[in-house]
């Protein structure tokens, strides 16, 4: 989708850094960006708020991507120094190798100074469903970790209630007799009318594997599933779980991009 993009002092700088806006144009509002256009902007304000010297989890997905690509630019051209980076997967870590940046993982660096990534569901209270891609284990475990949390969505993430876009809602398990747990984990949310499905992929439909070695089971909800503390830990005591994909009060920062901009929302 392309739309105009409105001369917005918030993220102006982010766009003329991100190659989309230049000082000379006559009228930003002639700036006709894509969705993903928006998406780099959204990466490069949450950017700015690296510094030199900052361990930082490095998120995965196309939006997330973005934001590791500008931080590899940033150290290519000495503008940041002594990064040290985290993956949140195996394709972020090839990404980041790629670009130079420095990593490494929580075992040496269990404090991490800022994370930034993407989401797939954001509620008014900066909860987030993600795991969609399939990282959300190593997502939650960097994520966790971490002082700051930034995230980067456009504004078809926000939804009123988790579960609301009536898209997946991940849950990764073990392999073993995934049907039993899957069916489990249906009957958990029965009255919010879940359907569970083992994530597949291709024209056989193997089972999606993690990077972890485990299957992930999408759960479809057509009502509020209500408490999400309550929620989460009901799903966390089925033997079987490894963990799912509601971060709750865990993003201090979400960009927002949209047809009016960037809008920064503070925890």
């Known amino acids: 989708m392309a739309i105009p993009y409105p001369h917005f002092i918030s993220s102006e700088k982010a766009a003329m850094e991100a190659g989309l806006l230049v000082p ?34 490095l998120g ?7 934001a590791v690509d500008r931080i590899g630019e940033l150290l290519r051209q000495g503008k940041l120094k002594d990064i040290i980076g985290i993956p949140t997967s195996k394709k972020t870590h090839e990404q980041a190798l790629s670009l130079g940046i420095p990593l490494s993982d929580l075992d040496s660096h269990s404090v991490v100074d800022l ?8 509620d008014p209270y900066l909860n987030l469903v993600k795991g969609r891609g399939g ?44 049907k039993f747990t899957l069916e489990r984990l249906q009957n958990l949310f029965e009255e919010s009318g879940c359907l569970a499905k083992l994530r597949t992929f291709g024209e056989k439909e193997e089972p999606f594997v993690t990077d972890n070695g485990n299957y992930i089971v999408d759960l479809y909800f057509k ?45």
């Open 135 to 178: 990282s959300l284990l190593r997502e939650k475990m960097v994520e966790g970790a971490c002082k700051k949390f930034v995230v980067i969505v456009d504004e078809s993430k926000l939804v009123n209630y988790l579960g609301g876009s009536g898209l997946a809602m991940p849950v990764e398990i073990i392999q073993f007799c995934w």
């Open 24 to 57: 000379s144009s006559p009228s930003s509002s002639s700036v006709i960006l894509t969705q993903d256009d928006l998406k780099k902007i959204a990466a490069y304000k949450a950017v700015e708020y690296v510094e030199s010297g900052m361990v930082l989890g």
């Open 115 to 122: 994370a930034i990534d993407g989401a797939d569901e954001v």
């Open 223 to 267: 009502n509020s599933i209500g408490d999400l503390k309550a929620a989460s830990d009901a799903i966390l005591q089925l033997a079987g779980v490894v963990e799912h994909g509601m971060f709750l009060d865990m993003a201090t920062t979400v960009i927002v991009a949209g047809e009016l901009g960037i809008t920064v929302k503070h925890k």
């Open 60 to 66: 995965t997905g196309s939006t997330a991507k973005h």
